[in-house]
């Protein structure tokens, strides 16, 4: 059984910075495609970023620059790396397992920007 969990958000106060974590199991991990999606409230889904097997990475036009996805194999997590927050970056933030021509999804950590 495929399970995905986030964890590392909070509020930060904007300019700063927060490390948000994926763990996955049931997977083969180190082959597998994540990405991170966000949600504001009131508004659709928005992809953030992208890391596939082999380490190549994506970036959304607001997340590039500032954010850094990046995964550790042996500890099977992968890492998003969201610095120079802005308020606009409020979310909760969601990170998507492809596996076995399907996608898992985690429950969400929620990520809180002040002014």
């Known amino acids: 059984q495929v399970q995905v969990e986030e964890s590392g958000g909070g509020l930060v106060q904007a300019g700063e910075s927060l490390r948000l974590s994926c763990k996955a199991s049931?997977?083969?991990?180190?082959?597998?495609?994540f990405a991170w999606y966000r949600q504001a409230p009131g508004k659709q889904r928005e992809w953030v970023a992208q890391?596939?097997?082999?380490?190549?990475?994506y970036y959304s036009d607001s997340a590039k620059g500032r954010f850094t996805v990046s995964r550790d194999n042996a500890k099977r997590t992968v890492a998003l790396l969201m610095n120079s927050l802005k308020v606009e970056d409020t979310a909760v933030y969601y990170c998507?397992?492809?596996?076995?021509?399907?996608?898992?999804w985690g429950q969400g950590t929620q990520v809180t920007v002040s002014s």
């Open positions: 890391i596939n097997g082999g380490g190549s990475t």
């Open positions: 998507q397992a492809q596996y076995g021509g399907q996608e898992y």
């Open positions: 049931g997977t083969t991990f180190s082959t597998n495609v």
